[in-house]
């Protein structure tokens, strides 16, 4: 997907959401603060109590919403507070990740991290990391590009009805359920 | 008696010297130093030293950047490495001390006629020139230059390197002598200096 | 087995005896070097007191000439271009604003260096990709109820410890013990000859080298086995200054090599002990080991 | 997305002094939250945990009709539970509130006060979003098993288990070795006081063998726990000491009647400096007072082994020791191992340290010359009852009559393993203190001239600077430098046959060499080597340097992040005897708290299946560790056993048909949040 458009703002900054399991990443975060290290000001965290909570939808629904990247952070294998939720979890991540390359959504935007408690050191490097890679990408802007496909689906529509007009009516073609305008409501 | 004032004054500092040595490449962590002095007890020469390593360290942490410079200590170092190993701060004081002596031969505050710094020098002028080191040049140039004297003394050892066929007066050098120079002027470009 | 070689200027000038001693023993042991055309000085400690930049590039430039070799593998026998040239490599893969300062450098003459070079130290080569067990049995002329001193100095394990323990080195005492040398055991074996402050400031260098020899007469030794050649000179060449200023300590020291040469039964022109300015008698060898025979 | 009608919100952004202030405009978040949909009322305020802060919430739901409330401040791990509890006063469900880091996970964290800012924007709207789909919850409570676990017969698990065993409750300890006790155990004295360790351990030592309240299983280790707070189920191997204990009066009568007429074998409680014979107790005040039989090297052992590795029993002894037993028939080689299942509602772990190995630092000659010595092996050599009857002799080195000799010279050097990036960076706050207990006391043993090598002297402690200046009233040299190195070279006619010590003398600023006939290297603390697999044992977190994490460094000392389970001791970092009995008091009374309420509340973050979505596809089913969820064959449904459910969520993340609800961390709340934080800022462009 080339998303490095020339139309990126100047003051773009990538937006990134954060999946954190309660025990181990989230803990480690509050360590990192409790440290005052400092990190990139990009990542948005929201606490779950497992990683294993994380629905691969939480993450598509990130990314169609305009996120730039997410973050799932869970405890080291074998440390899981519910004993293996993080593997559950893995084995979604990489079912996830071959889909997401099929939607041609870069590798370094969707990221698995194992963080445990005592790793607020780990936070503020992945977060750092996270955040310049996800800048040299630049935005993913998905949004904005299912508007284009819509437009572009749209103009189709239009563009066969306007044959379909010309053609003269057959009976054979249903009208389309509804509109296709509706379809990205 | 000679009585001898041996206060510090902010004057005295250089401030920002310190942080300028740490932001150089495996100078870093000198940061971390405790003063705990493990550098001076492993340190063979550390009894020769005016300052030792470890006061060498605070001295450069602290700004002092004229008393580290016109020390002795610096040019003291063998390069053994035996502090850098041993310091429980990780701290590459070798290192530190090779930036140390780097910094004093640019800025010319060594004394005059000290055989190391001009060792350090014609070593370095050699292998601009030559491309490689011709160990009895080297060593004569350098008797030349500051000790004139002793370098009649040490002649006896010359007669029996001569002996034993270790010694040669004939200058090594390699063919692409250009390479050298450009690598050198390269380099200096790229750090912004000109050449001396 | 193939080794690109950089003998470095010290081998070349008064350490030649290192290289003449090595080279053979190499050879004798199956081992091919293939020395590096038109290497140019490591820089040494010297340098880096200069320019560390400039010191990395002139090393790097041999690492670079290596790499044309195809061989991936280097031997580097002197201690201070074993450190050098490894310095430069962990330096140019540690900061890579001075990797990219000397990679243009390099460029602007067409060279290129990736770093992929292993720089090795004959010690290395012998104990590990050798073997002890080959090496034994190429002895002939084992030295039975020779004492060795085994001296490391610092350079080699210093501060990048690579094949051997950085406080006991203990590849060097085996590597003599497969000659049938007896090893003196002494906490001196890393200690700092003295390096080139012998020369410039010879109260403090020389006592450093005194009291190596001092010890390791000391502890029984009959001669000081060392791998560097600034650490030879230092030990060797001094001898009357160091009588002057404290006492005579007439202590031989040969490089490991000439030992081997020795135990291998390779002629004088290759174990050349004559370069000696203390000169090494080895005791009256017994009939060679291998030349019973029915 | 359906939005309930009837929203209240109100919301309120905390400065928390200048801790969130500096970073973020407060005022402008509240202001901007002012004007979202929903919200009633938007407050910044200075400390909103403090009373008044409270209070102001309470007042508000009174006042305003709120019904939903979120607060911005800190980390919800510290306060969440306050805010809920105000909710909760002013008469509405406590899960109708929600809480927004800014402050550890913001204002702690940037340096840019506008991108800062913004990010609270985001959260806080997120926040917003999602406490409109809050559900009125009602929180669970399940009974405790009053029985507690305590693992680790140091002086931490002993004061622990004494403490509650005292409050009426079951103990069960379970220590490793084949006595309680400890490292203190081995000490000779105690600083700053010097009371004999043994004096005032031993009666503890004896009263945890007989108190009616406490089962103690030494020799044992525990091998697998399950379940969670409240109720935990134990599994503990009893290693197979070849004695029934219960039968054993601890006579000795068989140590005394060995085949082995002299003790032979490595005496590990005296640090290797004794021996002992193949049956043993471990040292006379063991407790239990009952022998044990080293298998590997016992006659009556073969030494190759079972497959299973349990050792094979020969036949080749004269069993003297059995005769000696007689009518008591205590010895028993067939015995095994034996692993017991126990439940408890609460643990303590309280599994200690190890002291550092000195050989890691090689320059101070440890292993090397006999003569250098770690402080544990002095303070075996001191003690009465210690392998040399309390003599400080030498390992090396005899007087002109062939007797061992006593040093006239010693040097401790301190920090070895502490402060040290290449082995561990940490002060282990213990030695400084111990190596001048070692001075006095090897200066009381033998006259000599001893010198203490410091870094830094670290007497934070009640009496220890005190103590400090004792020492220095006794004539002990204290020398500020870390040692280079511990060599047996003399450079002088006084350095010919001693250790020499090279140091800078920083305070003087002189190289030194100083020759000695004795070495002390005073040993830092190290986590124990198997504390990786301790820590999953039971579940709990260690930090980066090893040592077992508390829940919180400063309000939650003992506590782990698994309910339940508790600390003391120097398993959570090193620490002296009064902090470490200190600490093992504060653990127990965390666990007699817990127990003695009965109950825990549990979080309702519990899942329950949509019965009419359930596709019955089973794909749940293996996911939950706990086995809560179960399947109706009849209908063809799964179901979950809330009781079970401990509130992961993995099953609900892995639905195919998104039947699985958890509480308060619903699909549509997930959902709301995601969106909260990405609105605001550019939004997506619309279709033309």
Same mark, same amino acid.
């Given at each position: 997907m080339n998303t490095a458009s020339a139309s990126v703002p100047r003051d773009w900054s990538p937006r990134i959401v954060a999946f954190f399991c309660n025990w181990c990443t989230y803990t480690a975060a509050d360590l990192a603060g409790v440290s005052r290290l400092k990190y990139a000001p990009n990542v948005r965290i929201i606490r779950l109590m497992c990683s294993g909570r994380v629905d691969p939808q939480f993450v598509l629904d990130a990314l169609s919403r305009g996120a730039d990247g997410v973050l799932i952070g869970g405890c080291h294998p074998g440390d899981c507070h519910y004993v293996e939720g993080n593997y559950k979890m893995l084995r979604r991540y990489q079912l996830l990740k071959r889909m997401l390359a099929d939607l041609g959504?870069?590798?370094?935007r969707v990221r698995l991290e194992w963080i445990s408690a005592a790793e607020g050191e780990k936070v503020q490097r992945v977060i750092n990391e996270m955040t310049e890679q996800i800048k040299a990408l630049g935005p993913l802007a998905l949004p904005q590009k299912f508007a284009e496909w819509d437009r572009e689906v749209i103009a189709l529509a239009r563009e066969l009805r306007a044959r379909d007009a010309a053609a003269g009516p057959c009976p054979d073609r249903a009208a389309p359920a509804q509109p296709v305008e509706a379809l990205h409501a | 008696m000679e009585i001898k004032r041996t206060i510090k004054y902010e004057a005295d500092r250089v401030p920002g010297f310190g942080r300028e040595i740490m932001s150089v490449p495996g100078c870093e962590a000198l940061e971390h130093c405790i003063q705990c002095g493990t550098c001076s007890g492993v340190c063979p020469l550390s009894i020769y030293m005016d300052y030792t390593p470890r006061q060498v360290m605070e001295l450069v942490r602290s700004d002092f950047k004229n008393e580290v410079l016109q020390s002795h200590t610096i040019w003291l170092c063998a390069s053994c490495y035996a502090c850098t190993v041993e310091c429980p701060r990780q701290i590459r004081i070798t290192d530190i001390m090779y930036e140390l002596k780097q910094r004093a031969i640019k800025e010319r505050v060594y004394p005059r006629r000290f055989p190391i710094p001009v060792l350090a020098e014609e070593f370095t002028r050699m292998v601009h020139d030559?491309?490689?080191?011709s160990e009895t040049r080297l060593v004569s140039r350098m008797y030349l230059r500051t000790r004139p004297l002793a370098a009649v003394g040490m002649a006896g050892l010359g007669l029996q390197l001569l002996k034993s066929g270790r010694f040669s007066w004939k200058q090594d050098r390699i063919k692409q002598r250009e390479q050298i120079a450009r690598i050198m002027e390269a380099v200096d470009r790229e750090n912004g200096k000109t050449e001396a | 087995m193939k080794y690109a070689y950089f003998p470095g200027c010290s081998l070349k000038g008064t350490g030649r005896a290192y290289e003449e001693s090595l080279v053979p023993v190499l050879r004798h042991l199956g081992v091919e070097l293939q020395e590096l055309e038109d290497w140019n000085c490591c820089g040494a400690t010297a340098y880096m007191a200069v320019d560390e930049g400039k010191a990395c590039a002139a090393a790097a430039r041999n690492l670079a000439l290596a790499e044309q070799t195809g061989l991936r593998q280097m031997l580097a026998p002197c201690s201070a271009c074993y450190l050098v040239l490894n310095k430069a490599q962990h330096y140019l893969n540690e900061y890579p604003a001075m990797r990219q300062v000397v990679g243009r450098a390099l460029q602007s003459v067409g060279l290129q260096c990736n770093g992929d070079t292993v720089v090795r130290h004959p010690l290395d080569v012998l104990v590990n990709d050798i073997g002890l067990e080959a090496i034994r049995q190429k002895v002939t002329h084992p030295l039975h109820g020779l004492k060795v001193a085994p001296y490391y100095g610092c350079q080699i394990v210093r501060p990048y410890a690579t094949f051997d323990d950085q406080a006991n080195p203990t590849s060097m005492d085996r590597l003599l013990e497969a000659l049938g040398a007896t090893v003196v055991r002494w906490p001196l074996k890393t200690k700092c000859c003295g390096g080139s402050l012998t020369g410039t400031l010879p109260e403090a260098g020389l006592r450093l080298s005194y009291i190596l020899l001092k010890e390791a007469r000391k502890r029984g030794a009959d001669v000081i086995a060392t791998v560097c050649p600034l650490c030879q000179f230092n030990l060797d060449s001094y001898h009357p200054q160091i009588a002057a200023r404290w006492e005579p300590v007439r202590l031989p020291t040969v490089y490991f090599s000439q030992l081997m040469g020795l135990a291998f039964g390779l002629p004088a022109e290759q174990t050349v002990l004559h370069r000696g300015m203390v000169r090494f008698h080895p005791p009256p060898v017994p009939a060679p080991a291998g030349a019973e025979k029915p | 997305m359906n939005r309930p009608n009837d929203i209240r919100i109100g919301f309120y952004v905390c400065h928390c002094g200048h801790n969130i202030a500096a970073m973020v405009d407060c005022p402008a978040v509240a202001q901007y939250v002012g004007t979202l949909p929903g919200v009633v009322l938007s407050r910044d305020y200075k400390?909103? /945990?403090?009373d008044p802060g409270q209070e102001l919430i309470r007042q508000d739901i009174r006042e305003f009709g709120l019904n939903r409330v979120v607060v911005a401040s800190c980390s919800p791990l510290l306060h969440e539970q306050t805010f809920r509890s105000a909710v909760e006063a002013a008469g509405l469900n406590p899960f109708y509130f929600h809480m927004v880091n800014i402050r550890e996970h913001n204002s702690w964290v940037h340096t840019d006060r506008i991108r800062a800012t913004e990010k609270a924007r985001a959260l806080a709207r997120a926040a917003i979003e999602r406490v409109v789909h809050h559900k009125p919850l009602e929180i669970v409570k399940v009974p405790i098993h009053p029985d507690v676990l305590v693992v680790g017969g140091g002086i931490a698990g002993i004061h622990a288990a004494l403490t509650l065993a005292n409050a009426g409750k079951k103990v069960y300890l379970v220590e490793r070795e084949p006595s309680i006790g400890g490292h203190m155990a081995k000490f000779d004295k105690t600083f700053p006081t010097l009371d004999c360790a043994a004096c005032i351990l031993t009666p503890k030592m004896s009263e945890v063998g007989s108190h009616p309240n406490i089962t103690l299983w030494s020799y044992s280790e525990v091998v697998k726990v399950d379940g969670f707070v409240g109720n935990y189920t134990v599994q503990v191997k009893r290693k197979a000491r070849y004695i029934h204990e219960d039968l054993c009066t601890g006579c000795q009568d068989c140590i005394a009647h060995c085949v082995y007429k002299e003790p032979k074998f490595e005496d590990l409680f005296n640090e290797g400096l004794g021996k002992r014979k193949p049956v043993y107790i471990p040292f006379p005040q063991a407790t239990p007072q009952v022998v044990l039989i080293d298998p590997e090297v016992c006659l009556n052992f073969k030494r190759n082994k079972n497959p299973d590795g349990t050792p094979i029993v020969s036949?080749? /002894? =004269?069993?003297t020791c059995v005769e000696a037993c007689g009518e008591k028939r205590a010895i028993d080689f067939t015995q095994k191992d034996e692993i017991r299942e126990i439940k408890v509602g609460t643990i303590l772990v309280c599994t200690g340290f190890k002291t550092f190995d000195a050989r890691r630092v090689p320059a101070y000659g440890y292993g090397i010359y006999p003569n250098v010595y770690t402080a544990l092996e002095v303070e075996r050599l001191v003690n009465a009852s210690g392998p040399t009857g309390g003599e400080v002799l030498l390992r090396e080195g005899k007087n002109p009559d062939g007797t061992p000799r006593k040093p006239r010279s010693i040097g401790i050097i301190h920090c070895v393993g502490s402060r040290d990036k290449k082995t561990n960076l940490w002060c282990s706050r213990v030695c400084c203190m111990y190596s001048m207990k070692l001075a006095h006391l090897l200066k009381e043993h033998t006259g000599a001239e001893i010198y203490n090598f410091y870094i830094d002297i670290r007497t934070p402690g009640k009496g220890y600077e005190e103590f400090y200046n004792k020492l220095l009233e006794e004539g002990t040299h204290f020398i500020r430098g870390r040692v280079g190195e511990v060599t047996d070279? &003399?450079?002088t006619p006084e350095e010919e046959g001693k250790l020499v010590i090279r140091v800078e003398d920083t305070l003087a600023g002189v190289v030194r060499r100083i020759p000695v006939d004795m070495v002390v290297l005073a040993t830092g603390l190290e986590p124990q080597a198997d504390a990786p697999e301790v820590r999953r044992l039971f579940n709990m977190s260690c930090g980066g340097d090893g040592w077992f994490l508390e829940r919180? %460094? =400063?309000? &939650? %000392?003992?506590? #782990?992040? #698994?309910?339940?389970v508790f600390l003391a001791g120097c398993c959570q970092g090193p620490k002296d005897i009064p902090d470490t009995v200190a600490q093992a008091g504060a653990a127990a009374a965390e666990a007699l708290a817990l127990i003695d309420r009965g109950y825990v509340e549990q979080e309702p973050n519990t899942a329950y299946i949509l019965e009419q979505e359930c596709s019955g596809c089973k794909s749940c089913l293996p996911l939950c560790p706990y086995t809560a969820i179960l399947f109706d064959e009849g209908r063809q449904k799964a179901y979950i056993n809330e009781a079970l459910c401990k509130g992961c969520g993995t099953c609900v993340g892995s639905c195919p048909s998104g039947s699985i609800v958890q509480k308060l961390f619903e699909d549509q709340e997930i959902f709301s949040e995601i969106a909260g934080v990405l609105a605001g800022e550019p939004a997506p462009a619309e279709p033309s």
């Open positions: 959504i870069e590798e370094p | 030559h491309g490689r080191i | - | 400390y909103m /945990c403090s036949d080749k /002894c =004269k069993k070279w &003399a450079m919180h %460094p =400063k309000l &939650a %000392p003992v506590n #782990t992040f #698994t309910d339940g």
